[in-house]
Nanobody, 121 residues
Framework: VQLQASGGGLVQAGGSLRLSCAAS????????MGWFRQAPGKEREFVAA????????FYADSVKGRFTISRDNAENTVYLQMNSLKPEDTAVYYC???????????????WGQGTLVTVSS
């Protein structure tokens, strides 16, 4: 599966952004989808994940209550709605796909190219 992330940009603290990740291929609905982020000088970290049906979602503690992951299997797209953004959310955000759930970036087989989110204070 090929992934294309979009929606990043510059936003003030407290603002919102919605990231999208469009997938190619007919097997999108068979993959767990995840969002990860990597800030300058830091390791890539788990942000959120969603099960194949969308019935189960998982979040990092740092974004719980502020970010919402969702998917539209008919449109082969996964979203990350980010509200109440903080400067520490600044990072390149990546979407990823894998047949099984995990919080380690190493466990995901397919990656999008990343989209930059910058939150100004």
């Amino acid at each position: 599966v090929q992934l294309q992330a979009s929606g990043g940009g510059l936003v003030q603290a407290g603002g919102s952004l919605r990231l999208s990740c469009a997938a190619s291929g007919r097997t999108f609905s068979s993959y767990f989808m995840g969002w990860f982020r990597q800030a300058p000088g830091k390791e890539r970290e788990f942000v959120a994940a969603i099960s194949q049906s969308g019935g189960s979602t998982f979040y990092a503690d740092s974004v719980k209550g502020r970010f919402t992951i969702s998917r539209d299997n008919a449109e082969n797209t996964v979203y990350l709605q980010m509200n109440s953004l903080k400067p520490e959310d600044t990072a390149v955000y990546y979407c990823a796909a894998d047949p099984t759930y995990g919080r380690s970036w190493a466990g995901y087989d397919y990656w999008g190219q990343g989209t930059l989110v910058t939150v100004s204070s």
